[in-house]
């Protein structure tokens, strides 16, 4: 499974951002697709994930109630929207994608990553 993100880039305190991840290859044993982030400095954070098995989705605490992730299933992308961004959103946004089942906030439990893409929310 190949993962292909983009949609980053530099926004202002409460402005919006679309992240899209496109999954390409074995995508049909796919049991999560989802978003990680790591900040300057810090540790790689878990922002979001998509049970596509049955549907079932999960967010972190910090991007509870801003951050909305949806898929489009056609074209094999899962998306997330992030509003009212601020600048503690600022990080690298990774998609990953896992074939197992096991605790969603486990960045090692992840099979498949994609490069990252840059957000960056000024003050």
């Known amino acids: 499974v190949q993962l292909q993100a983009s949609g980053g880039g530099l926004v202002q305190t409460g402005g919006s951002l679309r992240l899209s991840c496109e999954a390409s290859?074995?995508?049909?044993?796919?049991?999560?697709m989802g978003w990680f982030r790591r900040a300057p400095g810090k540790e790689r954070e878990f922002v979001a994930v998509?049970?596509?098995?049955?549907?079932?989705?999960y967010y972190g605490d910090s991007v509870k109630g801003r951050f909305t992730i949806s898929d489009d299933n056609a074209r094999n992308t899962v998306y997330l929207q992030l509003n009212s961004l601020k600048p503690e959103d600022t990080a690298v946004y990774y998609c990953?994608?896992?074939?197992?089942?096991?605790?969603?906030?486990?960045?090692?439990?992840?099979?498949?990553w994609g490069q990252g893409t840059l957000v960056t929310v000024s003050s």
């Open positions: 290859g074995r995508t049909f044993s796919t049991h999560n």
């Open positions: 998509f049970s596509l098995s049955g549907d079932n989705i």
């Open positions: 990953a994608a896992r074939n197992r089942i096991a605790p969603v906030q486990l960045a090692t439990t992840y099979d498949y």
